[in-house]
Nanobody, 127 residues
Framework: QPQLVESGGGSVQAGESLRLSCTVS????????MGWFRQAPGKGREGVAA???????TYADSVKGRFTVSKDYATKTLYLQMNSLKPADTAMYYC?????????????????????WGQGTLVTVSS
């Protein structure tokens, strides 16, 4: 079973950048759909960015143009580059992996149905 470990969270000012990393071990990195979800205090977990096995990417409307998801196949690492951060981006960010696509017909799949999760990394953006 794959193990996912996130890192890179922190506290920043609005407008600054952070890069999150999700290091994967224990499975074939190439064969899983991977992505980032986030959960703000008092809210449900929402999809942020997904990376398909074919190199495709998907983004939530709220982060389009500011966030970039990428894969490094050599190090089995999923990245989320977050630029122009806003206070509304404050949340716990989680890495997820599944053998099926993380989105379907333009919508994010139920997070509870995804196979594997990391422990999360906290991002705090102050104004």
């Amino acid at each position: 079973q794959p193990q996912l470990v996130e890192s890179g969270g922190g506290s920043v000012q609005a407008g600054e950048s952070l890069r999150l990393s999700c290091t994967v071990s224990g499975y074939f990195f190439n064969n899983y759909y991977m992505g980032w979800f986030r959960q703000a205090p008092g809210k449900g977990r929402e999809g942020v960015a997904a990376a398909g096995v074919d190199g495709s990417t998907t983004y939530a409307d709220s982060v389009k143009g500011r966030f970039t998801v990428s894969k490094d196949y050599a190090t089995k690492t999923l990245y989320l580059q977050m630029n122009s951060l806003k206070p509304a981006d404050t949340a716990m960010y989680y890495c997820a992996a599944d053998r099926r696509q993380l989105t379907y017909a333009g919508s994010w799949r139920d997070p509870n149905a995804l196979e594997r999760w990391g422990q999360g990394t906290l991002v705090t953006v102050s104004s």
